[in-house]
């Protein structure tokens, strides 16, 4: 079974410096694929970075990184240069082949971006 | 850009009617998901689609069906609503076959049952 722990139900961060928000996963598989979405108060679901289990590089997307830490089944999303748009919440997820590629989500952490 | 829509925002409904809610994704995605948000609880997966005419069940699919008659349609009904049905349902959509897809998602309906 897979399974996504966040582990911060909450984080504040100030306007234009980084943070960083956590994600532990757990699966038997080999083969994976981790992601992590966006979810502003107006409810959709925004896809924001990807990383594959056998990607060498940390993904990167503009203001957004993805620090994957294999050994310790970690992926950590990393926003640089916060914004008062970055308040939302952030959802990491996980697909495996033996799993159909469904989505497992963590519970999600809540950031909010102070002035 | 990967486009999913869904039929409306916000939705009112009365205990026992019947209820559709309709998703559309315009990127020629084989698979397509239906999902519900809930406080405590996250995203549970009702429905998905791997191809027209096919679906299978997810998680949480009591209370629900789905139908999917043409590939960028995907339609999730509610035979008789119920007021533990009131929640965020949101429908997804990727590309199919092996290794990892994005799912992309619609901005959600948010459907409270009186």
């Known amino acids: 079974a897979q399974k996504i722990t966040q582990t911060q139900p909450g984080m504040f961060v100030q306007e234009k410096e980084a943070v960083t928000l956590d994600c532990t996963y757990d699966t038997s598989d080999q083969s994976y694929g981790l992601f992590w979405y966006k979810q502003p108060s107006s409810g959709e679901m925004i896809f924001l970075i990807y990383q594959g289990s056998y990607d060498e590089q940390n993904a990167t997307e503009g203001r957004y990184s993805l620090n994957f830490q294999k050994a310790r089944k970690s992926a950590n999303l990393v926003i640089s240069a916060s914004q008062l748009g970055d308040s939302a919440m952030y959802f990491c997820a996980m697909s495996t082949n033996n799993a159909g590629n469904m989505l497992t989500f963590g519970g999600g952490t809540r950031l909010m971006v102070k002035p | 850009d990967v486009k999913v829509t869904q039929s409306s925002r916000y939705l009112v409904k009365r205990t026992g009617e019947k209820v559709f809610l309709e998703c559309v994704q315009d990127?020629?995605?084989?698979?397509m998901f239906w999902y519900r948000q809930d406080p405590g609880l996250g995203l549970r997966l009702i429905y998905f689609s791997y191809d027209v005419k096919m679906k299978e069940k997810g998680d949480i699919p009591e209370g629900y069906s789905v139908s999917r008659e043409k590939k960028e349609r995907f339609s999730l009904i509610l035979e008789s609503a119920s007021t533990n049905q009131t929640s965020m349902y949101l429908c997804?959509?990727?590309?199919?076959?092996?290794?990892?897809?994005?799912?992309?998602f619609g901005p959600g309906t948010r459907l409270t049952v009186l």
């Open positions: 990127m020629d995605h084989e698979n």
């Open positions: 997804a959509s990727s590309l199919g076959g092996q290794g990892a897809s994005t799912q992309y």
